[in-house]
């Protein structure tokens, strides 16, 4: 069997643990007469927990093992001795794993944020050992209940990544390139088509620390709605992503025509949902650094109505505005462009600071906190270091012997 390394759809089968019988025992012992009932309770059976992780990002471990059996719970027995619970199976999931009933069709969770836990099949009650069910009139009760039946189901677990922006294109537009330049994930580029077969997410931070999460996905091609080339099903890593950003391939390599390829693939995605095509979007015309590229786009802007941001992901030798077929262009120019209309479709919160109202002042306009007492302001900034309050015990003292 060929390797795989990532899953984003799965079917598994789960089954909690069935709860342990309670027993039906009496005391004997020598000496002790009418010990009477002594049946322990049987022990909850486990559940089967699914857990948001961000240390997975894939399927993959249950491709391998798709039976999550949770673990029975233990009979009662004599003496008053209760059983055991059965423990929990626990399995981690990416953040984003959407869990549905195979049999009803119905959605039983969508788990998103990290270490949300959810319990997809619950373990069965222990049943009551004899020792509940005496009385003053019935002292030796054999009564007892068995143990709650185990719950199994038929899942179906789809991840659908989590991003804020998702990057569509041909393959070799770049979307890789635009990712690996603007956050520090390490995508594989290179010079031949569908070289991304898995989404990959990477994080792009502001000064500010704010951040937006862009996801890569495969490259679509004409026809990609029938199925050619790696089809539309990983569009579904896109269905959470708020904007969309196309990328095309503006140089025109392998004599496409941009334009027409901005026009395919916004048919393609109407064919794959009717809502993605409403969401924000921007495009973006790269490798600007080619002289094709910079021919190509003026009769771009006037085929589809869109005014691209121009960019070029290889890092060029000068600045694109200094092309002088490029000077003209009244569009936005430039990477910085582009991740600052990415900022304003997001909308991320800012992250630095958090904690102050205001940022603290460079050091050496910091407060003089030499004098006898300190300043309220400097105090904001001071780190106290709590120092051990324990105090020397002190003996009583013992007193000269003489
Ligand atoms: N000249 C130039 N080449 C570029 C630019 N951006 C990307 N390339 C090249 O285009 C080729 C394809 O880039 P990728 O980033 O792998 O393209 P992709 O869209 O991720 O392709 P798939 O993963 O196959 O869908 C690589 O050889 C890159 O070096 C650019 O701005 N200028
Ligand atoms: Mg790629």
């Known amino acids: 069997m060929k390797n795989k390394t990532f899953i984003d759809q799965i079917d598994v089968h789960v089954r909690s643990g069935k709860g342990g019988d309670g027993a039906a025992t009496f005391r004997r012992e020598a000496l002790v007469a009418f010990g009477g009932p002594d049946g322990g309770d049987g022990g909850r059976g486990g559940d089967v927990v699914l857990r948001a992780s961000v240390h997975v990002n894939s399927l993959l471990s249950l491709f391998y093992n798709p039976n999550l059996f949770a673990e029975d719970g233990v009979p009662g027995s004599g003496g008053r001795c209760f059983g055991r619970r059965g423990k929990d199976l626990v399995v981690d999931v990416p953040c984003g794993t959407l869990v549905t009933d195979r049999d009803t069709g119905l959605v039983v969770a969508d788990i998103t944020s990290p270490g949300e836990k959810v319990v997809v099949a619950k373990g069965g ?50 979307k890789s390139s635009l990712l690996s330049r603007l956050s520090s994930a390490t995508p594989k580029v290179a010079s031949y088509p569908f070289t991304t077969l898995n989404p990959i997410v990477g994080t792009i931070e502001y000064d500010d620390y704010a951040q937006v999460r862009m996801a890569d996905v495969p490259g679509i091609i004409e026809g990609a709605s029938r199925g050619v080339g790696l089809g539309l099903a990983f569009l579904k890593h896109l269905e959470r992503a708020r904007v969309l950003v196309y990328v095309i391939d503006m140089a025109g390599t392998d004599n496409r025509r941009p334009w027409d390829d901005y026009k395919t693939l916004a048919k393609e995605i109407a064919e794959y949902s009717a809502d993605m095509p409403e969401r924000p979007w921007i495009v973006v015309a790269n490798k600007m650094d080619r002289a094709a590229a910079r021919k190509n786009l003026a009769r771009f802007a006037k085929e589809t109505g869109v005014k691209p941001v121009a960019l070029s992901c290889e890092p060029s030798l000068k600045d694109l505005r200094e092309y002088a077929d490029l000077k003209d262009y009244d569009g936005p120019v430039g990477v910085d462009a582009f991740k600052a209309e990415l900022r304003r479709l997001v909308n991320p919160k800012p992250r630095a600071h958090q904690h102050l109202e205001a940022p603290p002042p460079p050091i050496d306009e910091m407060p003089d906190t030499t004098g006898e007492e300190i300043p309220a302001e400097a105090l904001r900034f001071a780190t106290f270091l709590k120092l051990d309050a324990k105090k020397k015990k002190s003996h009583p003292s013992r007193g000269n012997i003489h």
């Open 125 to 174: 009650a222990g049943g009551y050992g004899n020792v509940h069910f005496k009385t003053s009139v019935n002292q030796a009760p054999t009564e007892h209940t068995l143990g709650g039946e185990c719950e199994e189901r038929r899942l179906r677990l789809e991840l659908k990544t989590i991003a804020d922006a998702g990057l569509l294109g041909f393959p070799n537009a770049g």
